[in-house]
């Protein structure tokens, strides 16, 4: 070999940008984003409700987080929502069906039960997000069920903002 120590340097830097670039992608999959450009959010949560709703994900419980910390605004002062979110709030949905065969195939995993989609609005911009599921399920019994569930609400959420 004529350049080892450039020929190691090349391999170190290759493999670290190879191992970086994975823990990013890697760190992107847990979450389920989709983004739509309007300025009517209401529309917007109304359709992946009735989207959740149609596909036997009941929407058990509707937080506005963008409303309960607004009743922080003066104490947290320059700190509140510096991110300045127009809109932020959660569906809780669950199907109980679903939960019931997760519980037969592995109880540690109800505590996802129920799911949760996130919606934030700035700017014109509505941001769905959803932490996925199978992240958790990898080694389950579960597995085949969580996934379904995943592909479920992600497939209800793309119907909602086509």
């Known amino acids: 070999m004529k350049y080892p120590i450039k020929n190691l340097f090349a391999l170190t830097l290759l493999l670290t940008l190879a191992?970086?670039?994975?823990?990013a992608a890697s760190k992107d999959k847990g979450i389920?984003?989709?983004t739509t450009?309007?300025?009517d959010f209401q529309s917007v949560y109304k359709r992946v409700y009735d989207s959740?709703?149609?596909?036997?994900?009941f929407v058990i419980e509707e937080l506005n987080v963008g409303e309960f910390i607004g009743r922080f605004k003066e104490r947290w002062g320059d700190d509140y929502n510096r991110n300045q979110l127009e809109e932020?709030?959660?569906m809780i949905v669950c199907n109980s069906w679903y939960a019931n065969q997760v519980s037969n195939h592995d109880t540690d995993l109800l505590a996802l039960?129920?799911?949760r989609v996130t919606l934030l609005h700035k700017q014109e911009m509505t941001t769905i997000l959803f932490a996925r599921p199978t992240v958790f399920a990898k080694d389950s019994k579960a597995l085949p069920?969580?996934?379904e569930i995943e592909e479920t609400i992600i497939n209800a959420i793309e119907d909602a903002v086509k």
């Open 88 to 90: 932020f709030r959660i």
């Open 113 to 115: 039960c129920p799911m």
């Open 52 to 57: 959740m709703e149609k596909n036997r994900f």
């Open 32 to 34: 389920y984003k989709k």
């Open 19 to 23: 191992f970086t670039s994975t823990q």
């Open 37 to 39: 450009e309007t300025s």
């Open 145 to 147: 069920v969580i996934q």
